[in-house]
């Protein structure tokens, strides 16, 4: 007898209910038993990841902060995936769009009221989008793989935002460490609550019901999807390739450049050399947790967020060391997408045939 | 009146037996946040043998907390207010990217107590702390220079930061006292740990004729190259006499233990207050791990230099100094202030690469 996976005609609507929930299931399971393992009691693990973080005010605004940058930015790469280009440089658009809109701050710091914030945003979604346009370009008139540019473009606006804090724009009066100025508080984003949580979590909230409108009611949306799955029908209807590529990378570039400018006028209060955890990156993960759908990445970013809070959390009241917690949220994420499998396939059980075929069949 | 007092009394007593044996099994809770993971066997681990050191020392009195491997600003805030929101009254955060975390959250907690090292800002309940590594690099210049055929020493650097110039100076100073021909060739990792690169940095210097090999970066990568390829090299941070058993020379340790001790005992005391702590030898913050592979004679010289600086004897920068461009920098028997050393961007004579700006 074997397990086979059989295509489905069409998506388990079934499936795709109860894959989520049966993952979270496996992941408490297999979760439970790493905790025993290593002599920790499983209810109180789980309850410290997911049950804690949700208990105060301080802790929730905490999780806002954590996954707005990642809801974001997931939302803008939702739309490059959807039409099938491959945008795997958000890190890259959110560091730039940080340095785009830390120009006002760093080296205009005269120029305040209330005008100065609004030009920051606008700068970082500028910045986002210029360095989002170079794989565009290399694409539509190159054929470059994007994969492969808008990855090492990463490494570039690093290495860009690691030079400026080292040099030209350190802070005067810094000893020399690589830090930029602190900000001033006209520099500094609009807060939400008397916490850590800012008007980020709004960017994020518009970005994912503007994008869900423009997928589900217009043209636009329409397009995004046809080209990304049969390009050529869509050419047939008279959509642009090229167009296409342009359009899914700049509007991501700039969800990236906006998430970087505001982490850093938001959250940090200036530049560091290093300003994300790789929040670009994550997000990658985070629009393919939910499925690419706006909605879905919102509660996605969430539960991703929530790992992290309650990874941290259990570390401090079960002395937990970083490495289970990260192998706890390796399983969680591992559960999830292998559950997916169940909304386009069906598991069978195969009988062997009495004729020598289930002997062939080994060979 | 009479039936007053006897209440006031038994309210008293009976408070005095709930609060007393209390307060004695409250233990004091101590929180500690790295910026790499405890296994690192460097920075973060020398951090964590003083938390175990303080466990172990004040036993049921204390209660320690760590959390690892942040190594960013936003997360950072988050897990420095998780610490002082879960009752830890004492907190160290032990590295120098914590800085304005630390400080935006000590405005919120100011009953709380943080220690931040490595920083240069302070407020009320933030006082700093570091040690002078530079004092340790003087002794392993001296070391260099006296086993060394080619003169040359091969330094595998992490970015041109005070802290690093710093010791690549005092390095330089050492080695100079010994030969004053003595050369270093450097090779910036743009890292603090990044074994790949630190790795392939120790290999490129080994090829260009360096037969020693320091490190101011965390990982232990190039001393196993140099074990590999035969040449001395030094530990950085903690023993790392295992990656290197017959290449490592010493290893210049950070010992955080007395100051850790120190300061919890001040605040059980209720004598802690803000400061700026820079020791170096004499405060046992630094030492010189156990030598191996070197001549009795370079022992010798070296336990002579550290134990004129355990005494205070001794300032690693003392003139006649100067700076790369041949301009006079100390004058004879002259010693440096702490202000120029804080914030120390250039190269002392002999150098012959120019510093990256």
């Known amino acids: 007898m074997r397990l086979v996976l059989e295509k489905r005609a069409e998506h388990s609507r079934l499936m795709t209910v109860v894959s989520p929930l049966l993952a979270i299931g496996l992941s408490l399971i297999a979760g439970s038993i790493m905790f025993v393992m290593i002599g920790v009691n499983p209810a109180e693990a789980i309850y410290a990841f997911f049950i804690e973080p949700l208990t105060s005010t301080w802790s929730l605004e905490e999780l806002v902060v954590k996954s707005a940058p990642l809801v974001l930015i997931a939302v803008g790469l939702s739309v490059c995936f959807l039409s099938n280009n491959w945008n795997i440089g958000a890190e890259g658009q959110f560091t730039m769009g940080a340095i785009f809109g830390s120009i006002i701050p760093v080296l205009f710091h005269g120029f305040t009221g209330p005008l100065a914030l609004p030009a920051m945003i606008i700068m970082g979604a500028l910045g986002g989008m210029f360095w989002a346009s170079i794989p565009a370009f290399l694409k539509t008139r190159f054929g470059t793989n994007e994969i492969l540019t808008s990855l090492m473009l990463v490494y570039i606006a690093q290495y860009i935002l690691d030079y400026l804090v080292r040099g030209p724009w350190r802070d005067p009066d810094g000893f020399n460490f690589p830090e930029s100025r602190l900000y001033e508080a006209d520099h500094t984003m609009w807060m939400l609550g008397d916490g850590r949580m800012h008007f980020g979590a709004i960017f994020a909230l518009v970005a994912v019901i503007a994008v869900w409108f423009m997928l589900t009611k217009t043209i636009k949306g329409f397009e995004i999807k046809v080209m990304g799955q049969t390009p050529r029908a869509g050419q047939f209807a008279g959509f642009s390739r090229k167009g296409i590529v342009w359009f899914s990378f700049l509007i991501s570039g700039a969800f990236a450049g906006i998430a970087g400018i505001v982490e850093v006028s938001g959250t940090i209060g200036q530049l560091t050399p290093v300003i994300s955890p790789g929040y670009g990156f994550t997000a990658i993960i985070v629009a393919f947790l939910g499925r690419l759908n706006p909605i879905g990445i919102l509660f996605a970013g969430l539960l991703l967020g929530l790992s992290y809070i309650g990874g941290e959390a259990a570390q401090v009241t079960l002395g937990m060391t970083d490495k289970t917690t990260s192998v706890f949220q390796g399983m969680l994420l591992f559960f999830v997408l292998a559950c997916d499998t169940l909304i386009l396939y069906k598991v069978r059980l195969v009988k062997p045939q009495p004729t020598a075929g289930g002997a062939h069949e080994r060979v | ?357």
Do not use: C
Request: hydrophobic residues 40%; aromatic residues 12%.
């Open chain 2, 1 to 357: 009146m009479r039936k007053l007092s006897k209440i006031a009394a038994a309210v008293s007593l009976a408070m005095g037996v709930a609060a007393g044996p209390a307060l004695a099994e409250d233990p004091l809770k101590v929180g500690f946040l790295y910026v790499g993971p405890v296994s690192d066997f460097g920075y973060s681990y020398q951090h964590d043998q003083a938390r175990q050191y303080l466990e172990k020392e004040f036993g049921d009195k204390i209660e320690t907390t760590y959390i690892e491997n942040v190594t960013e600003p936003a997360d950072a805030e988050r897990a420095i207010e998780r610490l002082a929101r879960s009752g830890h009254e004492l907190i160290f955060t032990t590295s120098f990217g914590f800085m304005n975390p630390t400080l935006k959250v000590a405005k919120r907690f100011p009953d709380v107590k943080f220690e931040h090292a490595t920083g240069y800002k302070r407020a009320k309940n933030v006082s700093t702390y570091s040690a002078r590594f530079y004092e340790a690099r003087y002794v392993m210049g001296q070391i260099a220079a006296s086993e060394s055929k080619t003169g040359v020493a091969g330094y595998v650097a992490a970015f041109p930061i005070p802290e690093v110039v710093r010791g690549m100076n005092s390095f330089m100073l050492g080695a100079q006292s010994v030969n004053p021909d003595f050369k270093i060739k450097i090779i910036w990792a743009n890292s603090w740990y990044d074994p790949g690169r630190e790795a392939d940095a120790a290999k490129a210097l080994i090829d260009q004729g360096a037969d020693v090999i320091v490190q101011h970066t965390d990982s232990p990568a190039p001393l196993q190259i140099a074990q590999e390829r035969g040449v001395l090299t030094f530990g950085q941070a903690s023993d790392m006499i295992k990656f290197a058993p017959e290449a490592q020379a010493s290893a210049l340790v950070n010992d955080w233990k007395s100051y850790y001790k120190n300061r919890v005992e001040a605040v059980m005391n209720d004598t802690w207050e803000s400061s700026d702590t820079w020791g170096g030898f004499k405060a046992e913050m630094v030492r010189m791990a156990p030598y191996a592979n070197v001549s009795e004679e370079t022992i010798k010289l070296a336990n002579e230099t550290v134990a004129k600086l355990e005494a205070g004897e001794f300032h690693p920068f003392t003139g006649p100094v100067m700076k790369q461009d041949g301009s006079e920098w100390l004058k004879e028997g002259e010693t440096a202030d702490d202000g120029t050393l804080l914030g120390m961007n250039f190269y002392v004579k002999g150098f012959t690469d120019s510093l990256p700006n």
